[in-house]
């Protein structure tokens, strides 16, 4: 299958074969390739693209994909303290 | 061991705008260390705007340099892809008779120095973003050569005619020491390698005081968070960045279609948290339903922080130093991308020696030695 049809990042757009070309550019972090291809920045924020671009990473790389950061998990999409859902009663 | 004729230590868009016009000047072997990933600071986080009404001349001029830049960047730095620079104008709201006064004063500064703002009723104002709540302001402010930059890609455009010119750029590269030596510098040292040379330019953003502290430089400024959120991307519905100073409102629609909103927090600490809080989501969202209702129905998805790197007028430092050779680029307040081009090319001036204009003298670290005589800057979010 050709590259550009393989989707990575379906609320982006993004194709493997961005997700390549900005390896190749010297991109090589999960961090600095969505700041040029906007990964990780739709409405799912990362959650269907992170693993496949990780492993493109670690491929590319030659390194063990869990070795791979991915990126910084940003509200709304992340865990809430209970203490601080149980001290926002003030209204 | 690697020598350098300079060594720039921040690769975010000041650090590359200036590695760019020295490149561009003809200098060799230029050094850029960077601490982390590409655009890991405050560049990334920034809110794209970039605007020319200001209420000082200083940064009038800045700002209307900077623009003229933007405006012919992809072209000037060959970029294959599109900065995005987009002139939909700033909207900036007066809610009270002292905006009114402020704003009156602005306008005539900014139309003296070239940059054609002009005050509207709120008539006027409703013309160009007619889903305004009417009862949240009186009038307005608005200069349509204002607009948008992305951020990620402006950068981009830098850093690449800055490799394709022979700038090295290091990153995950923190820089741990200086060294000087009869006051000047010598030797620039990170976690990972030293490199011997000749000049320093600190680029370093919300770092920029801990590095001048590196050759014992006393640089007045601090950092503190300031928080944005951005909704899912949606129809047009805001062409202007819309922005009140008295509300603690920015807003813009940017061209990829998502919503940018940000406000400072009066409470910030000095220091160089870039955390999210619940308290921001629960007021940027109180504000922008008071006075944008239409975009306060769309979805937010996320939320991040970023350092403004705060100089005691608001205005940023661009000059020299007592150490020989050691040049500074910071302090911008929040304003150092759509600074960013101006920023280049004046410092490369100080630091080839060319002789600068007039008004770029009152942008030494010098100004502060008096700070009664310093001309504030007011009009800022």
Known sequence: ?????????????????????????????????????????????????????????????????????????????SGVVLKDIAESQDE | MNKAEIVIIGAGITGLSVAYNLAKKGMKDIVVFDKSHFLAGATARCGAGVRQQWATKLNCILARKSIEFFSKANEILEYEKDIEFKQGGYLILSSSKEEDIQFEKNVKLQNSLGIPSKLLTKEEALKIVPHLNKASFTSASFCHTDGHVNPFLMSEAYYLAAKKLGVKFYFFNEVKAINVT????????????????????????????????????????????????????????????????????????????????????PDALHNHDISSSWQFLDEMAKTVNHILPEVAKQRVIRTWGGSYNISPDFQPIISDSSISDFYIACGYSGHGFMFAPITGELLTEIIIGEPLEDYANALHIDRFKDMEKIDKEHSVV
């Open chain 1, 1 to 77: 299958m050709n590259k550009q049809d393989i989707i990575i990042c379906r609320c982006e757009d993004v194709s493997l074969a961005d997700i390549h070309k900005a390896l190749e550019m010297g991109y090589r972090d999960f961090e600095s390739i969505k700041r040029i291809l906007r990964v990780g920045m739709g409405p799912c924020q990362g959650q269907t693209c992170e693993h496949l671009i990780k492993n493109e990473i670690a491929r590319f790389n030659k390194v063990n994909p869990e070795t791979v950061k991915i990126h910084k998990t940003r509200p709304l999409i």
């Open chain 2, 182 to 265: 009869d006051g000047k510098v010598t030797k620039v040292i990170t976690d990972k390698m030293e490199v011997i040379t000749k000049r320093v330019v600190n680029a370093a953003g919300g770092f920029a005081k801990e590095v001048g502290e590196m050759v014992g430089l006393d640089i007045p400024v601090y950092s503190e968070n300031h928080e944005i959120l951005v909704t899912e991307r949606t129809k047009p519905l805001l062409d202007p960045m819309v922005m009140s100073f008295s509300m603690n409102i920015y807003c813009q629609q940017v061209p990829h279609g998502s919503i940018l909103m940000g406000r400072n927090n």
